[in-house]
Structure formats: structure tokens, C-alpha cells
């Protein structure tokens, strides 16, 4: 009975709040011209609407529980002077601006957005442009970033912060945002409980997303394109990434997907096409790689220090130009049930798996990794005799790297 009592006085509370609440209009006409004033003027959980116009502020605060709303995409200009709006308070709502012209700073982090120390936050719907960092989200938590479109004009790091950049946050959903033109799309540090999907990041200078010590998150159904690396995943552990697409990600040191000190992970249906590197993996160990498909790349896969019981199963390794990388001869991975394009043996009983093991790691892979200067003989005849060598008798690559049951067929 007192729990019921208690819930009827909660709800008696809230109800009253909202039943308070009232709007605010914001245009060049109306009583507050202002939204740095209308917010001041305002009571906790009213709404206030933001007409069409340019409203040359900066440094706007909202200390209060808000739902602030751009009709007609209203422009916010801070004209390059600074930080434009700094959210203080639990329950913001953001939503239908063009905030442009963040000041940059090589001592402050000024962003288009900043949310410090809240909850229950939503940003959704804003097209943030000529931004230092877009929406920088620190020590916050249960929040929604959804269906922003934010860019720089980022010609070098230094210059230039992140779009989307989580501090400190747990339980986070960012999804249906277009980034580009940035340092790194999408930034994650010391993040846990939190799902990235269905995000285009693109044409950023270093990365299109970034983790760093954030553990148990998931990431799906996202590009990655044309960035300087596609994916950078460090230091982290429980990380699920399926249904993304990595692709166009050239450079002399770029990837698609790189993974540093990694620890069990899913990997998989994802697409990696056209990296110079598929996926570099480093001192990563416990991760499932299944139903990916790795085409057209220069390196499908490369192994870089200790990794171990890495389980490789139905992805399809299609015209790269090296399958598998490895510089060491121990190995505790497995290859099983993957289709090779380079794969050229036979199947007598017909049952879709090669009579023959397939040796993904050649000689001239290990070469190239030695001395690199050495890809200038790739298509030789030498090259293929010295392939060729190493397969009948494994000298300088791991002996037991090998799929036993190789995929006749493409996996759909």
C-alpha cells in the first residue's frame, strides 16, 4: 500500500511539471528575439520554438530541462568566436538547427554542441557545419544521437576535432548521422553500454570511428569510406561489429578495420572492399570472424603480434592481392570453411569442400613484409616459383595455418 501511495505522488509530481509547462517562440518579431534570452526567461520542461532566421550567438547555456526546437532549420552563427551551445542539465532536447561557424582552439575543445555531466539527452535532427569538434558528450549518459548531419573543413589534425566525440558515457545510441570533413567521425573513450549503427563516415582525415578502453558496445549497418583508415578499435573488449561496409580506404598506412589488443569480439557480415588493408590485427585474441566477405583488397587480413584463438569460418577472400598476412611462425588460430578465389584444388565427391588444404599465407607476403620495396615484383614468375616453394615445404610461414576445408563455392 505505501508503494502505491509513493508511485501516485511520483506520477502526481511529473504530471504536474509537464501540465506547467509552456511554450516559447524565439524570431526577429517576436517578444524574445533572443534564445540565449528566451532560455533565461524560461521554466524547467517548457519548449521553446526557434523560427526561421540567423541568430548570430555563441556560448548559449541551458541549465534547465528544455526541449529546444528549430522551426524551418533556424541558422545558429557563432561566427567562429567560440563554443555555441553547452547543454548543463538532464532532459534536453535539440532538435532542427544549422549550427555553423565554431571557433577553433588549441587549448579548448569547442564544439557546435557540448553535453557535461547529463542524462536523458536527445540531439537529433541538426545540420552542424564549419564545426572545430560537432557534439561533444562528456561524462553523460542515456542519450540519443540521431539523424545529424555534421562537417568540418579540416585540411590537418591539428586544426581539427571530431564529429561526434563521447567522454566518459555509457549507454548512448548514435544513429542515422552523416559525418565527413572531420579529424575522426565518430570518437569513443572510456565508453561501455552503447550502440553506433546505420552511420555514414566519410573523407575524415584520420579515422571514421574511433574506440578507445570501451567496453560491451556494438556497432552495425554503418559505411566507412575514403577515410585516412576506416575503423580504429583499441584496448577493448565484448565489441560486436556486423553488417558494416568498409570500403575505398587507400593510403600507405590505411585499413579498413585495425583492431589493438582486442579480446572476444564478433565479427561479422561485414563488407571490406578495396582497403589497402582489410583488417590489421595486433595483439587481439578471442575473436569470432565469420560470413565476411574481404574483395579486392591488397591485404585481406594481416597479423601483427600475438594473436591467438582467432576463430576464422564462411568468410569469402576474393581477388586480394594477399589473403592472409602473418610475421610469425606460431600459430593458435583457425581457418575453417572459408572460400578462396587463389584456391585451386579439387573436389572428387562433390560435396562442396576441397579435397586439398588451402595455405592463405605465401612466401612473398612475408617478403613484402620484411622489405617492402619488394612489391614491385609481384605478378613475377619468381614470385610464383618461390609461392610455389613454400607451399610443398612451410620454412618461413607457420606450418599449421591452413584451412582444412576450404569452400568450393562463394558463401552467400
Known amino acids: 500500500m505505501r508503494n502505491i501511495v509513493f508511485f501516485c505522488i511520483i506520477s502526481l509530481f ?8 509552456q511554450s516559447l517562440t524565439v524570431c526577429s518579431s517576436c517578444k524574445y528575439s533572443s534564445i540565449q534570452e528566451a532560455i533565461n526567461v524560461s521554466a524547467p520542461h517548457d519548449t521553446i520554438y526557434v523560427k526561421q532566421g540567423v541568430y548570430k550567438e555563441y556560448d548559449i547555456k541551458v541549465e534547465k530541462p528544455l526541449a529546444l526546437i528549430g522551426l524551418e532549420n533556424p541558422v545558429i552563427d557563432g561566427d567562429s ?4 551551445l553547452g547543454i ?17 582552439s588549441h587549448t579548448k575543445d569547442n564544439a557546435a554542441i557540448l553535453l557535461s555531466k547529463v542524462r536523458n539527452f536527445t540531439i537529433n535532427g541538426n545540420t552542424l557545419e564549419n564545426v572545430f569538434f560537432g557534439i561533444l558528450v562528456e561524462k553523460s549518459h542515456d542519450g540519443l544521437i540521431a539523424g545529424n548531419t555534421v562537417s568540418g573543413e579540416s585540411k590537418n589534425e591539428f586544426r581539427s576535432g571530431n564529429g561526434v566525440h563521447l567522454w566518459h558515457c555509457s549507454n548512448v545510441k548514435i544513429n542515422n548521422n552523416h559525418l565527413f570533413s572531420l579529424r575522426d567521425g565518430i570518437y569513443l573513450e ?5 550502440v553506433i549503427e ?15 578502453f570501451s567496453n560491451n558496445n556494438d556497432y552495425y549497418d554503418n559505411e566507412f569510406y575514403r577515410n585516412g583508415a576506416g575503423v580504429a578499435v583499441m584496448f577493448s573488449k565484448f565489441i560486436n561489429m556486423r553488417n558494416n561496409k568498409f ?4 593510403g600507405t598506412a590505411s585499413y579498413g578495420l585495425l583492431l589493438k589488443e582486442i579480446y572476444d569480439a564478433e565479427i561479422e557480415n561485414n563488407l571490406f572492399e578495396e582497403n589497402t588493408v582489410a583488417i590489421t590485427t595486433d595483439g587481439s585474441s578471442r575473436i569470432n570472424y565469420s560470413h565476411n566477405n574481404f574483395i579486392r583488397n591488397g591485404w585481406a587480413v594481416k597479423v ?7 576463430i576464422f569460418t564462411f568468410n569469402n577472400f576474393m581477388s586480394n592481392s594477399f589473403d592472409v598476412s602473418y610475421n610469425s611462425k606460431l600459430n593458435d588460430n583457425k581457418f575453417e570453411n572459408n572460400y578462396w578465389s587463389e584456391y585451386t584444388g579439387y573436389d572428387l565427391n562433390k560435396d562442396g569442400i576441397g579435397d586439398v588444404p588451402f595455405r592463405p599465407v605465401n612466401l612473398f607476403s612475408y ?8 612489391i614491385v615484383l609481384m605478378r613475377s614468375l619468381f614470385v610464383d616459383i618461390i609461392n610455389f616453394s613454400e607451399k610443398v615445404s612451410p620454412i618461413f610461414t607457420p606450418d599449421n595455418l591452413m584451412d582444412n576445408k576450404p569452400q568450393m563455392k562463394i558463401i552467400p
Open 198 to 212: 546505420h552511420n555514414r563516415s566519410h573523407n575524415n582525415i584520420r579515422y571514421g570511428l574511433h574506440f578507445m
Open 247 to 250: 570500403y575505398k580506404n587507400w
Open 88 to 104: 548543463y542539465s538532464d532532459s534536453v532536447v535539440i532538435s532542427g538547427f544549422v549550427i555553423k561557424n565554431v571557433g577553433v
Open 304 to 310: 601483427t603480434g600475438g594473436c591467438y584463438t582467432n
Open 81 to 84: 568566436k567560440g563554443q555555441i
Open 14 to 21: 511529473f504530471i504536474s511539471n509537464y501540465a506547467l509547462a
Open 190 to 194: 572510456f565508453v561501455s553500454e552503447s
Open 367 to 374: 617478403v613484402v613484409n620484411k622489405t617492402p620495396e619488394a
